[in-house]
């Protein structure tokens, strides 16, 4: 059963901040994912450390000079439909939340798992997230 929403809005709030969009429906995935260009889909999550440092990295390397054209996010545990229309959208990657995947014409490029999130500060993750911004930048 998903949180409650007065919970779980600031942290919706964190990165609708950043300009980050917000995909709810199943519909909203696929029409991000039919974007052209680059794109970056956090998979946002009420997961205390690894969630908790995830959003500032995010607002960390969406200062960078090769942010991705699109960026969206889907609430995994929340918007149950958005989160599974885009794990089907990305089924050779394993589900985690919170999670990064970058993506260039709607094909998945790299990842960052929950596992490379929890316990590290934001600025080593979000040195990750833009490195994956100049590769694929470059790429």
């Known amino acids: ?3 409650p929403d007065l919970m779980v809005q600031p ?3 964190e990165l609708i901040d950043l300009s980050v969009a917000e995909l709810r429906t199943a ?3 696929d029409s991000f994912f039919e974007n052209p260009g680059t794109a970056m889909l956090v998979f946002n ?3 205390g450390c690894a969630a908790g440092a995830a959003r500032p990295s995010v607002a960390l390397a969406l200062q960078a000079e090769n942010k991705p054209q699109h ?3 889907v609430f995994a545990g929340q918007d149950t439909d958005a989160t599974e229309a885009a794990r089907a959208r990305t089924p050779q990657l394993p ?3 919170p999670s990064i995947v970058l993506l260039k014409d709607g094909q998945p490029t790299h990842y960052i798992p929950r596992h490379r999130i929890e316990g590290r500060g934001p600025e080593e993750i979000a040195a990750d997230i ?3 911004f100049d590769d694929l930048a470059n790429n």
Do not use: E, F, W
């Open 11 to 13: 942290m919706r709030q």
């Open 130 to 132: 833009t490195a994956c």
């Open 27 to 29: 519909q909203d995935v």
């Open 95 to 97: 589900p985690s939340s």
């Open 45 to 47: 999550s009420v997961c």
């Open 71 to 73: 960026v969206a996010s």
């Open 1 to 3: 059963m998903p949180y």
